[in-house]
């Protein structure tokens, strides 16, 4: 029996996206952002505003100067390092409810999509590709659906394992065939209810590569691909493990090799290490996550 | 506590070595039950030449020089190479044809050649497949455990 419309009704009761993310993604598309724009972004809101700054000073960035104001991190990190910390910081509050079917970590789902964003930047600057906000945004959301999804695949978990065993598919084709939808499905409608971007909400709807509109963006193809890496690194793996399906024509079309994707796991190794900070930004107990890494 | 591209050795019989999630990473556990020597390696990679200077600051990182240091530091501890008991999991791979995504079947082939090359023998293992494993030593008894991440959390002893 298909849950469609029941996971439909669900969407109902969507809260509305944070707003200082919202006004934020709209910045992603524009070529040029004043100091100005952001300002008007992160002013009313004093919690992201001391994030940026304790973000700008930790290890993530290393800079050897303090950062004290907004002006100052822009000077020197940058507008696309900027729009990251603002919405990562921003996109907290989605990511706050626990998402027991997939993840037994309360806070899985979060490190998962940090973990991806940040994939995706050390694949960009293994690619040669700029590294722009854009990229670490959808690497951050591609999984959103798992928000919603989470309730409905903790009921018919076993089912759905069933078919990974069985038939030999990925989790995500096996949500499909026994929910009737699928977590990239269900955020990519996430994503229209709350107004997302165009290129950012379809890097959610196919980051599994399942259609063939997947291959008409680099951006979606990135995401995958940072997707498969966090799941082959391990550490903030869930419940469906590594039940994906790797396509070696995305390696090809990057001209990637095994060795690329081993530099790239090695890279990601001490950028992961550097932003636990990021890691962070959900809990208030920063020592209490460090020493969940392990 | 192992971290990723990291080792504990122990001979404190009150301590469990744990290491988290494995993915295509592997998890190396060692033991001699006669002076009750453990120790729990989790690598990342197959091979340092790929950058020997992260290799050099850290071996723990490759196959080829992780194995050897987990080897030498429990015999610094006591441990003899003929009593040593040696466990295996992770290497776990995405779903697809075997070409390209292979690094965790890489990891595996790496141990399973240094292995071979100075006579060693895997007593159990639990490697391959698309699991999620987060490994344990208890060092009191050199009992090796893996629990496969999942909503029933599947223990299985080694």
């Known amino acids: 029996m298909s849950l469609v419309p029941q996971v439909l009704r669900s969407l109902k009761n969507l809260p509305p996206f944070p707003m200082v993310a919202q006004r934020t993604l709209i910045l992603l598309n524009k070529p040029e952002v004043s100091i100005q724009e952001l300002v008007e972004v992160v002013k009313f809101d004093p919690a992201i505003t001391a994030n940026i700054l304790r973000i700008s000073n930790s290890a993530y960035f290393g800079l050897r100067r303090e950062i004290h104001s907004l002006h100052q991190a822009l000077l020197l990190l940058g507008t696309q390092e900027l729009l990251k910390i603002i919405i990562a910081s921003g996109a907290t509050r989605l990511f706050n409810a626990p998402t027991p079917g997939y993840f037994t970590e309360r806070q899985g789902l979060w490190r998962h999509s940090v973990s991806c964003a940040l994939m995706v930047s050390v694949l960009c600057r293994e690619l040669s590709l700029p590294d722009h906000a854009t990229g670490f945004t959808a690497g951050l959301m591609h999984d959103i659906g798992k928000i919603v999804l989470s309730l409905f695949v903790e009921q018919k978990f076993h089912e759905i394992m069933e078919v990974v065993e069985k038939q030999g598919v990925s989790f995500q084709a096996a949500e499909k065939i026994i929910l009737g939808v699928d977590h990239a499905e269900m955020g990519g409608e996430m994503a229209r209810m709350w107004d997302f971007p165009d290129r950012l909400r379809l890097a959610i709807t196919y980051h599994h590569l399942d259609k063939p509109e997947a291959y008409t963006d680099d951006l979606i193809l990135l995401v995958y691909l940072a997707d498969i890496l966090c799941l082959m690194f391990g550490q903030d793996l869930g419940v469906d493990g590594l039940a994906y399906t790797g396509y070696p024509e995305v390696l090809r079309h990057f001209h990637l090799r095994e060795r690329n994707l081993q530099k790239v796991l090695l890279q990601f190794g001490s950028a992961w290490d550097e932003a636990q900070i990021l890691f962070g930004l959900m809990g208030k107990k920063d020592g209490v996550q460090r020493a969940n890494r392990g | ?158």
């Open chain 2, 1 to 158: 506590m192992v971290g990723v591209a990291d080792m504990k050795i122990s001979n404190q019989t009150e301590q469990v070595v744990i290491t988290h999630a494995l993915g295509s990473c592997i998890g190396v556990a060692i033991y001699d039950p006669h002076v009750r020597v453990g120790g729990l390696l989790h690598y990342m990679l197959p091979d340092s030449s790929l950058d020997e200077e992260k290799g050099r600051e850290n071996p723990f990182m490759f196959a080829d020089t992780g194995i050897p240091r987990l080897f030498k530091e429990c015999y610094r501890l006591g441990a003899v190479k003929q009593r040593m008991l040696v466990k295996v999991a992770g290497g776990s791979q995405v779903l697809g044809g075997p070409e390209h995504f292979n690094i965790g079947r890489r990891n595996y082939a790496a141990l399973r050649k240094i292995f071979l090359k100075n006579n060693v023998l895997i007593g159990k293992e639990d490697v391959g497949g698309t699991k999620a494993r987060t490994m344990y030593l208890e060092i009191a008894t050199g009992k090796v455990w893996v629990k496969i991440i999942g909503q029933n959390q599947t223990i299985i002893e080694l």
